[in-house]
């Protein structure tokens, strides 16, 4: 059982959150967004062997936040509330 | 093996006596006895028999190790697979061998074990695989195999799970783990300390020694009262299974007269492994003859229990240890032979049928004996620093893998440090607690040196005649690694799964090392060349039991109660689980089909009242919140006038339909969300992600009210009737509360909310109240309903009026392919241009594709009976048979008197009046395509 820090909550077992996504995967807007793009938008996934920046959802505060973690050794490195700029 | 009860010196009293029965057979034994001691002390030699070839076997060892003694426990409760090593024996208890027919002594499949050279690793995968495995597989299983489940067994009760932290755990409550626990201590650390065993003290229980002027047992009461004086929590009996993530280890208290054991979740600071080491076996012919057991065990049994395995033993070592397990025996008392490998001789046959009687030495003497203890040198027990992704190393002098590069917070001491002498116990224990930045205010003071370990090599070897056992509980020999080895199965992880060593509940603790040695030789490598498999927890098994805790039967996922629970039972409804909740599916006692049709003909005729509690009503606040309700559904919300409601679609990025619902417009900034049932929990978190994902957080607001709130839905040609004879305080006439309005009325002195909505096609008023209250407006609408022949509306009659209608039900007329316009909503794509969830993907060419599924209505051409839900429309192609899409719900109409169905059918918007078979297990029926709605398609009703 990991353990994730909340930036509202603090640290809270992995079972209270729900994976939002990968940090950046930006979604591609207007008219004119094509098939791939929409389509790596939707399905492509960075899935990166060591750091990862990742969206979760603290599910019991209902907080977005980001994380930084590793996928190898699943230590988490950093947990910090969503600027603006990046929403 | 004749073994007997000694009784130990220095006894304070006699132990209490206590039976028990194995095998059917009656069994005495002492209270403290674990189930092996006693049935070693009642000289029950055979205690099962072998996975696969049904050999008799014995009991080997004394601990978490044993391969042998797995035995089936009937009584107090059903335990299958359980330690006899480990198991306290309790009077009465019920016991049973196991892959035994009818018992251990007198097995029927014994004859197995002539045939043993036909049969050895992968003989039943090559020879049943022609023509099926299947058809040999039942067979084969019921003459393999351990412990026989009862599937009636239920426990009935529930495992505790504690979650704990603290700065030091100290894993094995041997004098290493003892010494850990009383120097961290006293340091004021809070510390935990547990062990497998019934009793602190390890080896000290049954190995003579002086530390601190005293002797073991004097030391380990002596260190215990220190640790209880500071509050050092002391957990015996209960194994440390896991290391987990984030620094979790998982512990499994066994509680004395509990069915169920106790989980602990710890995450320490620092954890110190003082959890010893397992005697490996040594490899020579007929090695698992009833008799046959480890050394240690044997000691240990003599001292902890006061029982000699043998009169006449003999004692074969390659190590220092051993020759000292030796001299202990012989100063009992016990006649023992010693055979040490390191003066060359060494023991090539053990000699017995169903026992061992005696054994040949490598130069040709035989010696009679009736227990043969055996230490072929010890392996540290390094499962946990394994698991903790730990390396290990090979030692030369030691002949076993140690720990490798430490591994952050995680030590080891004591003979799992690799030291079997106490001197060196104490001293690599302060070198882990040295890691930990702990240094002990004083060391143990030991008399005399530690035993010279001195262990020669006496591995298996190639070519040994006879049958060598090296996996004794998945009877694996040393000709099966020879034959995985020939055919090229020499990887470890091959080795293991072609040939299941160390594959069994013992997880070959006492095999692994032997069998990796024999594959370094049959491919010329050294042993850690071939390496170790991975270690994976748990460690020992663990009931299921305590890894479910309370979440199990009814506490699993609780379904969630209607505040009106009580007046529905009472009224004699039939409650059922929808999406979560418990809810009527019909009222009263008649046969459930002769009830929904009442409730179906009555809500058509009078007036139907139905609890609608379970609705969502999710407040979306704020100056955004128009727009927002405008991205996260498929129509245009923004349109909605305050006080009016409109159906809409939520869709997820896919361009999947995830929802459908209405939308409440209460004010300019104030909607209210009511989705389904069963999504209510979803559809927040959408909203809650959206809402901070591109909105601003202070201008937007999303707020959960469903279950503040019971909703109570009276519908039918006299609903308005009704409600006016209730009084609502408000006039609900079509002109000031049209179809889809809402409008704040009161009950009482509560203000309750109105809403012109229907799921039945009828006049509908929907009416939402503090759920606290809604009990005395139930009561009032049931009173005053009965001038008008009001009836209860369960589910299951509501499920019928709907599809009479052809409103869907998302997830049940839908699936993971539908698009809106699969549903018939075209209009919002062709015009609306505000962005909103999964609209790009609605533009795809698969979103495009003509021949999609597309919610049609279907009429039954042939005869009366309803289709079954899940039919397939088919087509006769030159290819065979192909599916059109498939029926979604069906159902008896009593409105109309006939059946009704609707499904997702292939172009089915398009092919209205055409007719299709419809296959179901191997039935084909006809069906004519019509609309979903079959009952008023203009509606009348609504306003009727």
Not at chain 2, 219 to 226: F, S
Not at chain 2, 453 to 467: D, F, H, K, L, T
Not at chain 2, 874 to 889: C, H, I, M
Request: include cysteine; charged fraction near 25%.
């Amino acid at each position: 059982m990991q353990l994730f820090p909340c930036p509202f909550c603090g640290p809270r077992s992995e079972s209270e959150f729900h994976f939002g996504g990968d940090f950046g995967n930006l979604r591609p807007e207007g008219s004119d967004v094509s098939a791939s793009e929409w389509s790596a938008y939707l399905h492509l996934r960075a899935n990166p062997k060591g750091s990862s920046s990742e969206v979760w959802m603290h599910m019991t505060c209902g907080e977005l936040f980001r994380m930084d973690r590793n996928t190898v050794d699943n230590t988490v490195n950093s947990s910090a509330e969503l600027e603006d700029t990046h929403r | 093996m004749t073994s007997f009860r000694i009784g130990r010196q220095g006894e304070p009293a006699p132990a209490k006596t206590i039976r028990f029965s194995f095998d059917g057979k009656d069994v005495t034994g002492l209270e403290g006895d674990t189930i092996a001691s006693a049935l070693l002390a009642n000289d029950i030699a055979i205690v099962g028999r072998s996975f696969k070839y049904h050999r008799p076997r014995g009991v080997w060892g004394a601990g978490v190790e044993e391969p042998n003694a797995i035995v089936d426990i009937d009584m107090p409760s059903a335990v299958r697979n359980a330690r006899a090593t480990t198991t306290p024996a309790l009077d009465g208890m019920v016991v049973r061998s196991v892959n035994a027919h009818p018992t251990a002594a007198t097995d029927r499949h014994a004859f197995l074990d002539r045939f043993a050279r036909f049969i050895p690793s992968a003989f039943y995968y090559k020879t049943f695989m022609w023509p099926d495995w299947h058809w040999f597989e039942p067979n084969i299983r019921k003459m393999a195999g351990l412990g026989i489940l009862d599937p009636t067994a239920i426990s009935v009760e529930r495992a505790d799970q504690v979650n704990e932290e603290c700065d030091l755990l100290v894993i094995g409550g041997g004098p290493a783990g003892l010494f850990a626990a009383r120097t961290a201590s006293e340091k004021g650390k809070k510390v935990i300390i547990c062990d497998d065993g019934f009793h602190f003290g390890g080896s000290l229980l049954h190995r003579q020694a002086n530390i601190d002027g005293g002797d073991g047992p004097a030391w380990i009461a002596a260190t215990l009262n220190v640790l209880r004086d500071r509050g050092v929590q002391l957990l015996a009996r209960t194994t440390a299974f896991g290391l987990y993530d984030h620094g979790l280890v998982a512990l499994n208290e066994i509680r004395p007269g509990k069915a169920s054991s106790r989980l602990w979740r710890v995450r320490p600071t620092n954890v110190l492994l003082a959890t010893g080491a397992i005697e490996r076996p040594l490899p020579f012919a007929n090695n698992d003859l009833p008799g046959v057991m480890s050394a240690e065990a044997g000691l240990s049994y003599l001292r902890r229990h006061g029982i000699a395995v043998g009169r006449r033993v003999v004692l074969a070592t390659n190590n220092g240890v051993g020759v000292e397990t030796s001299r202990e025996l012989a100063d009992a008392g016990i006649e023992v032979t010693l055979v040490d490998y390191r003066s060359g001789r060494r023991l090539m046959v053990a000699e017995g049928s169903k026992r061992v009687a005696g054994v040949k030495l490598s130069d040709g003497t035989r010696v009679a004996a009736d227990a043969v203890l055996v230490s072929g040198g010890f392996t540290p027990t390094l499962h946990l620093f394994g698991q903790a992704k730990g390396k290990l190393r090979w030692d030369d002098d030691l002949l076993t893998f140690v720990a490798g590069d430490p591994v952050p917070r995680l030590s080891a001491g004591g003979a799992a440090a690799g030291s079997f002498g106490l001197t060196g116990v104490f001293e690599s224990t302060a070198r882990a607690l040295a890691s930990f930045g702990l240094t002990p205010r004083a060391m143990p003071k030991i008399v005399g040196r530690d035993t010279d370990y001195g262990i020669v090599a006496a591995w298996p070897e190639p070519n040994m005649s006879g049958r060598v056992w090296i996996d004794l509980q998945h009877d694996v020999t040393t000709k099966d690694i020879e034959l995985a080895a020939r055919e090229n199965f020499v990887s470890v992880e091959h080795l293991k799964r072609y040939t299941t060593l160390g594959m069994a509940t013992d997880q070959g603790k006492t095999s692994n090392l032997n069998g990796l040695a024999l594959m370094a030789q049959l491919t010329e490598k050294a042993i850690p060349e071939v390496g170790t498999t991975t270690y994976r927890p748990p460690f020992t098994p663990v009931p299921f039991t305590s890894l479910a805790g309370v979440t199990s039967g009814s506490l699993m996922n609780p379904p969630r109660r209607l505040v009106l629970e009580n007046e529905h039972f009472a009224a004699g409804a039939n409650l059922r689980e929808y999406g979560g909740w418990l809810r009527p599916a019909w009222y009263g006692a008649e046969p459930e089909a002769t009830a929904i049709n009442r409730e179906v003909r009555q809500a058509r005729d009078s007036v139907a009242l139905f609890d609608a509690s379970p609705l969502g009503k999710i407040e979306v606040l704020g100056p955004q919140a128009a727009e927002f309700m405008d991205f996260v559904y498929y129509n245009t919300m923004s349109t909605l006038k305050a006080g009016r409601c409109r159906y809409g679609f939520m869709l997820s990025e896919s361009g999947i339909v995830y929802d459908d619902g209405v939308l409440v417009r209460l004010e300019e900034n104030r909607f209210i969300v009511s989705c389904s049932s069963s999504h209510v929990p979803g559809v927040y978190a959408l909203l809650e992600e959206w809402r901070q994902d591109r909105f601003d957080r202070k201008r937007l607001f999303i707020h959960n009210t469903t279950a503040d709130t019971a909703t109570l839905t009276v519908s039918g040609p006299k609903s308005r009737a009704l409600l006016e004879a209730v009084g609502l305080g408000i006039d609900l006439g079509d002109k000031n509360l049209p179809h889809m309005a809402t409008a704040w009325g009161s009950f009482g002195d509560d203000t309750v909310r109105i809403s012109r909505v229907s799921f039945t096609g009828d006049r509908s008023y929907e009416i939402s109240i503090r759920a606290d209250r809604a009990k005395h407006l139930w009561k009032t609408l049931r009173r005053r309903g009965e001038a008008f022949n009001a009836t209860l509306l369960g589910l299951e009659a509501l499920m019928v009026l709907r599809a009479e209608k052809g409103f869907i039900v998302i997830g049940k007329d839908s699936d993971g392919m539908t698009r809106p316009m699969d549903l018939g909503a075209s209009a919002p794509l062709a015009k609306k241009t505000a962005e909103f969830i999964g609209k790009r993907s609605l533009f795809t060419e698969e979103a495009q594709r003509p021949d999609r599924n597309q919610l049609v209505g279907l009429e039954v051409v042939d005869g009366t009976q309803p289709f079954a839900i899940g039919s397939h429309g088919v087509e006769s192609t030159p290819a065979g048979k192909r599916s059109l899409g498939y029926v979604t719900s069906s159902y008896f109409s009593a409105t109309l008197n006939r059946p009704i169905a609707l499904g997702l059918i292939e172009r089915g918007a398009a092919r209205h009046g055409e007719e299709i078979d419809v296959q179901h297990l191997g039935q084909i029926r006809r069906a004519r395509l019509v609309p979903p709605c079959v009952f008023d398609p203009s509606g009348d009703r609504l306003n009727g």
